[in-house]
């Protein structure tokens, strides 16, 4: 069976400042694990996904989040927020069997104040 | 061009009514989906479809019905509203049901209130 957990429903940094949303999964098979953004009354869409290839992924938008084997992690990090990040994140993971689905982690809602 | 269209985006009803939300993609993929999100934004996979086969089935209620007329196609049914069914309805599409390919193109989301 495969998780993900984010930690933190609610991040809250000052524009210019360091996000970081943190994730970690859990999967008894190799991970492919994804970063997934929810604008206000949108749908999601990829930022990043980490399909084993480099354990340093850079995505869309200035994010890049790091696969850590050894603490289970895919934490997101931007160096310098925008009040255009605000948004819903989802971290979720997938792989193993052929019919494989992605499960979503329950959300964090990142406000950027001014 | 949208990827991954659904129709309506807003759908308020009475309990009892029966519904349906139409979602089209424009992909060329195998693989499409629909999900749940409540109002905390847990998102909830419902059912997925791959060429036209279900294949994910997730302990949804047997008034939700699935449809898929081609692959570019999964259409939404829903009989006797409850309440409760009241959320945001996402489909979503991806190349295959390998975990490689399986990065997934949401649609807007159809906003279901049930009255």
């Known amino acids: 069976a495969q998780s993900v957990t984010q930690l933190g429903s609610h991040v809250s940094v000052s524009e210019g400042a360091l996000v970081l949303l943190r994730c970690n999964y859990s999967?008894?098979?190799?991970?492919?694990l994804f970063w997934y953004v929810q604008y206000p009354n949108q749908g999601l869409q990829l930022l990043l996904k980490?399909?084993?290839?480099?354990?340093l992924v850079k995505g869309i938008n200035g994010f890049e989040a790091e696969f850590k084997k050894s603490e289970t992690s895919f934490h997101l990090t931007k160096p310098s927020a925008h009040m255009s990040d605000a948004a819903e994140y989802f971290c979720?993971?997938?792989?193993?069997?052929?019919?494989?689905?992605?499960?979503f982690g329950s959300g964090t809602r990142l406000s950027i104040r001014p | 061009d949208t990827a991954v269209s659904q129709t309506p985006k807003y759908l308020v009803t009475q309990m009892g009514n029966d519904k349906s939300i139409k979602c089209e993609q424009n992909?060329?993929?195998?693989?499409m989906y629909w999900y749940k999100q409540d109002s905390k934004k847990f998102l909830k996979i419902m059912f997925s479809?791959?060429?036209?086969?279900?294949?994910i089935n997730e302990t949804v209620p047997n008034r939700f019905s699935p449809k898929s007329p081609d692959k570019a196609h999964l259409n939404l049914h829903i009989n006797s509203l409850e309440l409760g069914d009241s959320a945001v309805y996402f489909c979503?599409?991806?190349?295959?049901?390998?975990?490689?390919?399986?990065?997934?193109?949401f649609g807007p989301g159809t906003r279901l209130t049930v009255l």
């Open positions: 979503a599409s991806s190349q295959s049901l390998a975990a490689s390919y399986n990065e997934q193109f």
């Open positions: 999967s008894s098979v190799p991970p492919y």
């Open positions: 980490y399909t084993s290839a480099a354990t």
């Open positions: 979720a993971v997938s792989g193993g069997s052929s019919a494989s689905k992605i499960i």
């Open positions: 992909l060329g993929h195998d693989t």
């Open positions: 479809y791959n060429n036209k086969e279900l294949i």
